[in-house]
């Protein structure tokens, strides 16, 4: 399959830090439900290097379609997931390339307060940033 065209998703102006501690006790507990599936570990295994089509997810990580599709859409909601590119094929098939927003999760516990701390994927930080760059150097 050709890629005719990519569009790129709007990035962040400023470069966020690469480790971060999750306040939001919602997002803290979503964080650590997604870690706690063992389909969820998987997809966000499979797309921390490299991003990739849900397509692809499902068949490196052995996960039904309908499973991946769904899982996917489930992390990019909680952010643990983010659109790298879009593709346009030949045929004029659009579709997203989804990449891992971190690279590692830590979780603490202590008197009854629970910490997350996350490592950005330093790949996609970076390159939201530059292009982020590109676009207002014009």
């Known amino acids: 399959m050709q890629v005719v065209r990519e569009e790129f998703e709007p990035a962040v102006a400023v470069r966020p830090p690469l ?14 439900e997604a870690m706690s599936d063992e389909v969820s570990r998987r997809i966000l295994s499979s797309t921390m290097d490299k991003g990739k ?6 068949l490196e990580s052995n996960i039904p379609p309908s499973t991946a599709y769904r899982r996917v859409q489930a992390l990019t909601e909680i952010g643990l ?4 590119r879009i593709v346009i094929s030949e045929a ?3 579709y997203s390339i989804f990449r891992s927003a971190f690279r590692g999760v830590m979780a ?4 009854g ?9 330093e790949d996609v930080a970076d390159r939201f940033y530059r292009m982020r760059q590109a676009i207002r150097s014009g």
């Open 19 to 32: 480790g971060k501690t999750v306040t939001d006790p919602t997002m803290a507990g979503a964080i650590l």
């Open 113 to 121: 307060v629970l910490r997350v701390e996350v490592t950005l994927n």
């Open 92 to 94: 004029g098939k659009r």
């Open 108 to 111: 603490e516990l202590e008197s």
């Open 81 to 84: 997931l983010v659109v790298e």
């Open 53 to 58: 089509a849900v397509e692809e997810i499902s």
